[in-house]
């Protein structure tokens, strides 16, 4: 393989972004490693294309410093940068063939023309695309151009590959066979590759690591395992799969762990970070187990019950509040509406959120 | 960055060492300046004259130059060395301005008595080779070294363009402007004087309401807001009924309605009266046949304001539905159907939906006709009896017995302001976006037809227009036939034989009056064309792509020339352009840069349209693989905007051939223009030959457009099969 | 950025290498008659000399502009046609030289227009003012023929009359000129209040007003009878009255420019455009002025000034500044504003 990689890191320095009044992004730190796929994960507006796009040069930051594979890059253009980019809408350039698309930064690179070409060619290759090079753009299917444009992005041999939502414009079926195909290069070629989406599921399927923002600025990061166990905030455990926020008394802070009491039930669950009055605890649907059988737990009333295939779904009305279930035990009987259950906490379902 | 200063110097020492500075009579192609001539008065350059011939007023400019060229050399670090060379590099242009306007063709101009030691008293020509290569060699140390300090995001080629635009605009827009004003200041006995401008701004001379208050006639300001107002007003609501068939209705002769509507565009000025007064004058065709058959009596209510309005609504109307298709166009039909589904009346959707989707459009159509109508110099010459509007007045207060340049300038003074209160008024009303909606995407190509009582509405408002125009211009092409239009109506081919004879006796000989005229205005306008293609379209590239401080200021000065009326125009242009340093006239080059500057605003709205339409990752996706931005401008952009470059290639080559008031006062032996050949034929009362000449320029420019179409648009269409944006180009029509 | 720089340099260049000046042996000539009598005469001069000409037709008023904006830089060599004034208004404000040519060969008004303007300009044709009227339409309105100045204050004219603005035409002020000085200034203004309540419009150009009785625009109009002889010899129904109070009169002028960049070949084109044979030409493109030099022919549909009763008109006088702004103001305040 020829096409080499030669992989940087990417690190923020306090980067502020203002476009006039509008404050896009919030002082900013930012780490990341060398081959490594970090995700920009965040509801709509939160900033994370402007991140990226600072990251590709596309933005002057307003503040701070950006480095690029230890270089301070804050003041080079886009162009200056070794950085390459795959756009939400492919940004495929319509007068050019395919191959001329992928080659066109070699050759404006200065790279001899047969060169710039085999490369291409091998870069098609590699995105299963070998054989399409005449063809035009509008000529291949949604999924190909998207190909294209990620082998545009990778001959180049970027420090950094950044990817826009890459998937957005696929149907769901092809988006996660992209997206596996994208993780599949990323880790063949050693890339390091920030992808940004605002799909908790694809983020957690392609990344090693996520970062969610949140209003300007990074709510928490971290491997998506970490997030899902151990978000450290309402927001974080509602935006990483689903969660039942709801009050909770703490007891007391032992030893790497917090005790506490919900719906009459106390719980006592790992927790490392500093002590504090006030806390909610989160509670996965799976985290909660129904039972009719029961005679102890806390006492719910099942407002609705559903049977869905490879799930059971239940609303509950309970001392804590409303609770949303999941039952993923197909065996069980399902506990019909109307009627009223028992409910048992697993402690590998909740998870401790404290207040300042 | 280095590497270009570098570029920028060696030619800014090539333009004051070796290029000749002053204009060189032999012409800088012979380059008999570069030997026999080398170290002449005429041709030496910069250098030379101040060292042999004692132009000491050189000698601050090459000192900036070695400050240039020390601190390039010495100074290591960036930033230091790039503001240095900021601060020396103007330096070096105000230096190079200022011994050109100091030291005129006879002496010094400004500080007598301190400049008149040295040579100063045998005094200098105008600006050569030499001096334009080193102010353009100063101009991008200048902006290269402010794209050095970050500017532009660091940017050469971006600040240089910027600069470009800002220098060319400064030198051909508001310097020759700003004459024009201080003229307006200038008592009779050339001393200035604001109380005596503002009696002459305010007279009642220009100002009258006698009209209204039952008296012969208003002053010429108030006469032509008038007719603007209502020629605005009519074209607008003309246009869109064209624009509601050619785009809701099944009309069969779509094709037709097109051709109608461009024919005026393209038809030189003065043509549209002359058959007026032969159709519908006191001894007019269809006023004899009303005379005979229903005892009309014959009378003359052509001339005046009536008959400058009909022309002026034959003349602009096709403007206003190139505007409007776009935008009826744009008014997507989902959008309105959506409004209905939302249970929203009739009116409320009209109100709601399609007005405020639409009004930008209209706004833009209707400033059109306005400045149109009021900087509109042909038909008020032919028709305007004793209607008297600005755009004539300012002509014969130039060319009257009586000249008076001073009132002419009040005159003009007026004029641009009541046309830049008409287009600061429509940016202020539709906000900064205004281009956004006008050039709104059609999500479907299937208009819902119109609601029937408005289909016909449009069919009888639209349609005895369209026949009226095509009755005119069959009496255009009839007229130049006979001999004697109205009088004598013997077929012949006499006026053109008189214009375009050809003999063959020993080779061609171009024998026909018109000659001439004709291969000039070819020349010039071919030349335009692209010149005006070029500035406009990286203009608009600017404003739609980049950010940078004062863009705002920006766009309105490239807009600006858009609203100084052609008369205006050509006596600033004279008056700015005819002495040292900058000296044009008489040249081909000052035909050529007044129409790059009138017509620019055009290519600008045209790319601006076009430009928005492109999706900015595509840049972007070329920025970010290492392409600079004159690549990406080269490789991407300018090959995804062909419609947007026909369109101001066509446009301005059209403008060159046919607009005659900037170029009446421009005109010279060697390059005369077609349409003041024509003025003249017509004023000496031969409708003959002048029309026959406008049928000739009419059928050159459909050919050339034909020809640009042929060229440019076979790869438009290929590319709209692999974009699917066919209404692009409807678009860009609109812009 | 190597392409920028390119791209730069190359309009740089464009813009330097144009601005190219004439080279030695053109003629600049501008030229105020018709367009085949200059195109006549400069293509005839072209053809003797060998010398090219570059001409330009351009109105008197266009021409006095342009001299005046381009008096540091004059680009014209040669003004050839078109009304005196301006070529003595140009003269008195040293705006021309003497090309210093014979005009012993010329008739009195020429020779004095020489004269007066310290050789400034030098008189090439006469063309004397008169009535025109439109015989199918006169007779369509049933309306008595003019004959004298006088008639036409005839409230029977009410709206037939055409006559242009003395502000913007030279012929017009000729006209104005000549009533002074036929009939006494107070006179004179009382007639043209009295005309201009017929008159219904004054055009902007000394022409257009028989032009339009030509094409029966208008009944009756008022300008130089050469322009009228023309109109009827192509086809019009115009009839042409010479006024029987007489008449005022034009000169047509040939001016060398002040600092013209050519005065050897400016001079000899005076010099040829004096020459009998060459005036006698003008009649080829049927242009029926008076020519100056007394040995040139005269055309036979050329109104015979001996049989019409000029005024001796005082070009001096009424050719200079001050006087003309006296009348023109006056002319506003009560002609203009008598009118409808
Ligand atoms: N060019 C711009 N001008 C002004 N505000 C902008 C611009 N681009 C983005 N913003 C604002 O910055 C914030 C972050 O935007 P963005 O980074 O695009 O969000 P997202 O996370 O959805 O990609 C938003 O509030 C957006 O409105
Ligand atoms: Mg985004």
Redesign the pocket.
């Given at each position: 393989m020829s096409i080499m990689q030669k992989a940087g890191s990417v690190q923020f320095r306090d980067v502020v972004k203002k476009?006039?009044s509008?404050t896009?992004?919030k002082p900013l730190n930012l780490d990341i490693q060398q081959g490594e796929l970090v995700t920009l994960l965040?509801?709509?507006?939160?900033?994370?294309?402007?991140?990226?796009?600072l990251i590709a040069g596309l933005e002057a930051a307003t503040e701070g410093t950006i480095y690029i594979g230890g270089k301070d890059v804050t003041h080079l253009t886009a162009t200056y940068r070794n950085v390459s980019m795959v756009f939400q809408s492919y940004a495929l350039f319509p007068h050019m063939s395919v191959v001329d698309n992928v080659s066109y930064g070699l050759r404006v690179n200065k790279v001899p023309a047969k060169e710039a070409k085999a490369k291409a060619e091998e870069g098609l290759a590699m995105v299963g695309l070998a054989g399409y090079g005449e063809r035009l753009p509008s000529e291949l299917s949604g999924g190909q151009q998207q190909r294209v444009a990620v082998a545009r992005a990778v001959v180049l041999e970027p420090e950094v590959l950044l990817l826009?939502e890459p998937l957005s414009n696929l149907d769901a079926k092809l988006r996660r066979h992209v997206r596996e195909e994208i993780r599949e290069i990323q880790q063949k070629l050693g890339l390091t590759a920030v992808y940004?989406t605002?799909d908790q599921e694809e983020a957690m399927a392609v990344s090693d690591r996520i970062i969610v923002?949140n209003k300007?600025e990074i709510a928490q990061s971290g491997t998506p395992r970490e997030l899902y166990n151990q978000p450290n905030s309402a927001f974080i455990a509602d935006f990483i799969g689903d969660a039942n926020v709801v009050d909770c008394e703490i007891v007391g802070f032992g030893e790497g762990t917090v005790s506490l009491n919900v719906g009459g039930a106390t719980v006592v669950l790992p927790y490392s970070g500093p002590t504090c009055q006030h806390g909610k605890l989160a509670i996965r649907p799976e985290g909660i187990s129904v039972s009719q059988s029961a005679t102890n737990g806390i006492a719910a009333g099942v407002s609705y019950a559903a049977y869905l295939g490879n799930q059971i779904q239940y609303s509950l009305n309970t001392g804590m509040g409303k609770l949303f279930a999941i039952d993923h035990n197909l065996s069980a009987t399902v506990v019909p509406t109307g009627t009223e259950a028992f409910i048992h906490l697993k402690e590998e379902g909740l998870a401790f959120l404290p207040e300042a | 960055m280095r590497k270009t200063i570098a570029l920028w110097l060696a030619a800014g020492i090539v333009g004051f060492c070796i290029f000749p500075w002053y204009s060189v009579d032999s012409g800088f192609w012979s380059f008999s300046w570069l030997f026999s001539e080398f170290l002449s008065e005429d041709a030496a350059p910069a250098l030379f004259q101040a060292l042999l011939y004692g132009r000491w007023w050189f000698v601050p400019l090459a000192l900036a130059f070695v400050g240039i060229a020390l601190s390039f050399a010495v100074l290591k670090d960036e930033r230091t060395r790039a503001k240095a060379l900021v601060i020396l590099s103007i330096t070096g242009i105000v230096l190079l301005f200022a011994q050109g306007f100091a030291i005129g063709r006879t002496g010094p101009e400004l500080f007598n008595d301190a400049l008149n030691f040295g040579s100063a008293a045998s005094g200098q020509i105008g600006f050569g080779a030499g001096a334009m290569l080193t102010a353009g060699a100063l101009l991008f140390i200048l902006t290269t070294s402010i794209s050095g300090l970050g500017q532009g995001r660091g940017d050469a080629f971006i600040v240089g363009s910027i600069g470009l635009i800002i220098a060319l605009v400064v030198t051909f827009v508001f310097y020759p402007v700003s004459q024009i004003l201080i003229r307006a200041f200038e008592a009779s006995d050339g001393s200035f004087d604001i109380t005596a401008f503002f009696t002459r701004f305010f007279s009642s001379d220009i100002w009258s309401l006698a009209c209204l208050a039952g008296g012969k006639t208003c002053g010429p300001a108030w006469n032509s807001v008038f007719l603007a107002v209502l020629t605005g007003a009519g074209t607008t609501l003309l246009g869109l009924a064209f624009a509601l068939i050619a785009t809701k209705t099944a009309f069969p002769a779509k094709k037709l309605l097109r051709v109608l509507t461009i024919i005026p565009i393209i038809t030189p000025p003065f043509v549209i009266g002359l058959a007026l007064i032969l159709m519908f004058g006191r001894a007019g065709v269809v006023t004899d046949v009303l005379h005979e058959m229903f005892d009309i009596s014959k009378s003359r209510w052509l001339y005046g304001f009536s008959g400058i309005y009909l022309a002026q609504l034959l003349s602009f109307t096709p403007i206003a539905f190139l505007v409007l298709i776009g935008v009826v166009e744009g008014v997507s039909p989902s959008m309105e159907e959506a409004s209905q589904t939302l249970n929203a009346t009739q009116w409320q959707t009209f109100k709601n939906v399609t007005w405020p989707l639409m009004r930008p459009g209209l706004a833009n159509a209707f400033l059109l006709g306005f400045i149109e109508s009021i900087a509109d110099f042909g038909n008020p010459l032919v028709l305007g009896g004793n209607y008297n509007v600005l755009s004539t007045e300012i002509y014969f207060a130039i060319v009257g017995a009586v000249a008076d340049p001073s009132r002419a300038a009040v005159l003009a003074v007026v004029l641009l302001m009541l046309t830049l209160s008409a287009f600061i008024a429509q940016r202020l009303w539709l906000g900064k976006k205004s281009y956004a909606t006008v050039t709104g995407k059609a999500d479907s190509g299937q208009h819902s037809p119109l609601n029937p009582a408005l289909k016909w509405a449009c069919y009888g408002f639209a349609l005895p227009w369209a026949a009226f125009t095509a009755v005119v211009y069959s009496m255009i092409v009839f007229g130049s036939f006979v001999k004697l239009w109205g009088y004598d109506n013997t077929f012949t081919l006499d006026h053109y034989i008189r214009a375009f004879s050809v003999s063959f006796n020993n080779g061609i000989r171009w024998t026909g009056v018109a000659w001439d005229s004709y291969f000039t205005t070819l020349t010039i306008s071919t030349m335009a064309a692209p010149l005006t293609a070029v500035v406009g379209l990286l203009t608009a590239y600017l404003l739609v792509r980049q950010k940078f401080a004062g863009k705002n200021m920006f766009e309105f000065s490239t807009m600006l020339s858009f609203a100084i009326p052609g008369t205006v125009i050509g006596v600033a242009y004279i008056m700015a352009f005819n002495t040292p340093p900058i000296e044009l006239t008489g040249t081909s080059i000052i035909l050529i840069i007044v129409f790059v500057f009138r017509n620019m605003p055009v290519g600008v709205r045209g790319g601006i349209a076009a430009m928005s339409q492109l999706d900015k990752s595509l840049d972007e996706a070329s920025i970010t693989l290492g392409a600079n931005s004159f690549t990406t401008v080269r490789k991407v952009i300018l090959p995804l905007m062909g419609p947007a470059i026909l369109a101001a290639l066509a446009y301005s080559f059209v403008r060159a051939i046919t607009s005659v008031s900037a170029v009446i006062f421009l005109v010279s032996a060697r390059h005369n223009m077609a349409t003041s050949f024509i003025v003249g034929r017509v004023e000496h009362g031969e409708y003959g030959i002048a029309i026959a000449y406008s049928s000739v320029l009419i059928i050159t420019m459909l050919v050339a457009i034909l020809l640009l179409q042929v060229v440019i648009g076979q790869r438009k269409l290929r590319r709209q099969n692999r974009l699917q944006t066919s209404n692009k180009n409807k678009e860009l029509a609109s812009a | 950025m190597k392409n920028a720089l390119l791209g730069g340099l190359a309009a740089v260049g464009l813009l330097a290498a144009l601005p190219a000046t004439a080279s030695a042996e053109e003629l600049n000539m501008v030229c105020g008659a018709e367009q085949d009598w200059c195109e006549l005469m400069a293509r005839g001069f072209e053809e003797e000399t060998g010398n090219e000409v570059l001409m330009v037709r351009k109105s008197t008023g266009e021409t006095l502009a342009q001299v005046r904006a381009e008096a540091s830089n004059p680009k014209i060599d040669v003004w050839w046609g078109g009304t005196g004034d301006p070529h003595l208004i140009a003269a008195f404000e040293g705006l021309t030289q003497d090309p210093g040519v014979d005009t012993s060969e010329l008739l009195g008004w020429a020779s004095n227009m020489h004269k007066i303007s310290n050789g400034g300009t030098v008189g090439i044709y006469a063309g004397a003012l008169g009535i025109a009227y439109n015989s199918e339409v006169l007779e369509e309105r049933g309306l008595p023929a003019p004959a004298c100045w006088k008639d036409l204050t005839n409230p029977a004219y009410a709206g037939e009359i055409q006559v242009a603005n003395p502000n913007s035409s030279g012929t017009a002020y000729t006209e104005l000129a000549t009533f002074v000085q036929l009939f006494g200034e107070d006179e004179a203004y009382r007639l043209l209040t009295e005309i201009g309540k017929n008159v219904n419009q004054y055009t902007k150009s000394g022409s257009a007003p028989s032009k339009a009785a030509a094409r029966g625009e208008t009944t009756i109009s008022i300008g130089f009878m050469h322009d009228m002889v023309k109109l009827a010899g192509s086809g019009f129904p115009l009839k042409i009255v010479a006024p029987c109070e007489g008449t005022g009169y034009e000169v047509g002028a040939v001016s060398v420019i002040k600092g013209a960049k050519h005065p050897e070949l400016a001079k000899q084109f005076v010099e040829y455009a004096l020459r009998p044979d060459v005036q006698s030409r003008s009649v080829e493109v049927k242009s029926f002025q008076v020519p100056s030099n007394s040995k040139a022919s005269v055309a036979p549909e050329s109104p015979d000034l001996a049989s019409i009763k000029l005024i001796d008109y005082d070009f001096a006088t009424y050719g200079e500044r001050s006087t003309r702004e006296r009348l023109l103001k006056r002319w506003n305040e009560e002609v203009k504003n008598a009118s409808h």
């Open positions: 476009y006039g509008v896009a992004l965040g509801p709509s507006g939160c900033g994370k294309t402007t991140t990226l796009r826009d940004v605002h923002m300007a | - | -």
